[in-house]
């Protein structure tokens, strides 16, 4: 069974920066895309950015500019860097792997608590 394993949430003041880790272990060469996903209290989950198999990448309009995606395939992680972070990013991330099959974001991790501070 796969396996993903988020890292490197926490608190942060409004405008500083955070970078989340995602470890996968697993049938990693049968996911088509990675992705971070973000659900605030309240509401529901979103797409925050994802890496596809062939380098593209897609961001949410809230993170453009922002966050940016990446992937150390030596490593099997994916990384989410973000920068100037707002109040409104407050959330738990989570680190999912999209399956080639069907196209389903089929695999997730336990979550990671990123809280920003005004």
């Known amino acids: 069974q796969p396996q993903l394993v988020e890292s490197g949430g926490g608190l942060v003041q409004a405008g500083g920066s955070l970078r989340l880790s995602c470890a996968a272990s697993?049938?990693?060469?049968?996911?088509?895309?990675m992705g971070w996903f973000r659900q605030a209290p309240g509401k529901e989950r979103e797409l925050v950015a994802a890496?596809?198999?062939?380098?593209?990448?897609h961001y949410a309009d809230s993170a453009k500019g922002r966050f940016t995606i990446s992937r150390d395939n030596a490593k099997n992680t994916v990384y989410l860097q973000m920068n100037s972070l707002k109040p409104e990013d407050t959330a738990v991330y989570y680190c999912?792997?999209?399956?080639?099959?069907?196209?389903?974001?089929?695999?997730w991790g336990q979550g990671t608590q990123v809280t920003v501070s005004p």
């Open positions: 697993g049938r990693t060469f049968s996911w088509s895309a």
């Open positions: 999912a792997a999209r399956s080639s099959s069907d196209y389903s974001w089929r695999y």
């Open positions: 890496i596809y198999s062939d380098g593209s990448t």
